[in-house]
């Protein structure tokens, strides 16, 4: 069965661009989470889709966004790109019994 | 979820085990051990589960103490591929959740030396 896939794996943009990751999850699996990762924050839960609908939220500005498809895929936008955006992006694809993560898009933001 | 304390590092010579220790001394009777690795600038890898009982797969065995406060994840022949950052989570099982959300806290980096 194949893993979480991640695109692009890296990414440079500029500061005030937006910049959209995308995520495809496993076969079969409803739920797609998003975190971040930072050297000083570690990583941090973004929000969670499940069957479309975002199920539950970090605490993270409203800059960061998301949205699922009905084919399970999933993808997050990041609109007016500030330095601190600068991160390590994970995708979790969930099933019954656990979460299993993607390799990650890495933003450097300049 | 629990709060769980890991050792910040750890050391262990490569093709010994490596055993890692996590408190989580609030953990409700609902929450699962799981434990995750990830090794430098790669997605999370989920490592193995438990609720109650001792679990082994192919990568390594789970000991929960009786009273579910503590648990220990064993690398048994420890490789240098094997250094990672640990994390050590608990929560509800993801079947009766009402959300997917791990949290994450500093982990234990496993230095494997040779």
């Known amino acids: 069965k194949a893993g979480v896939t991640q695109t692009p794996r890296y990414l440079i943009k500029t500061r005030g661009q937006q910049v959209t990751l995308s995520c495809s999850p496993i076969s079969g699996h409803r739920s797609v989470s998003w975190y971040q990762q930072t050297p000083g924050q570690g990583l941090q839960f973004l929000f969670e889709?499940?069957?479309?609908?975002?199920?539950n939220k970090g605490n993270f500005p409203g800059r960061f966004s998301g949205r699922q498809f009905s084919n399970s895929r999933s993808e997050m936008n990041v609109s007016t790109l500030e330095l601190g955006d600068s991160a390590l992006y994970l995708c979790a694809s969930s099933g019954f019994e656990t979460q299993y993560f993607g390799p990650g898009t890495r933003l450097l933001v300049l | 979820d629990a709060k769980t304390t890991q050792p910040t590092s750890m050391d262990c010579a490569e093709g010994r085990a490596a055993n890692l220790p996590c408190n989580h001394s609030?953990?409700?009777?609902?929450?699962?051990v799981y434990w995750y690795r990830q090794i430098h600038s790669q997605g999370p890898q989920y490592i193995i589960h438990g609720l109650k009982n001792n679990e082994t797969n192919e990568m390594a065995s789970l000991i929960i103490t009786e009273d579910r406060k503590s648990s220990t994840l064993i690398l048994p022949h420890a490789t240098l591929r094997d250094t990672a950052v640990y994390y050590c989570?608990?929560?509800?099982?993801?079947?009766?959740?009402?959300?997917?959300?791990?949290?994450f806290g500093k982990g234990t980096l496993l230095t494997v030396n040779p």
């Open positions: 609030t953990i409700s009777g609902n929450e699962y």
């Open positions: 989570i608990v929560r509800v099982g993801f079947s009766g959740g009402s959300n997917y959300k791990l949290t």
């Open positions: 889709y499940f069957s479309e609908t975002q199920r």
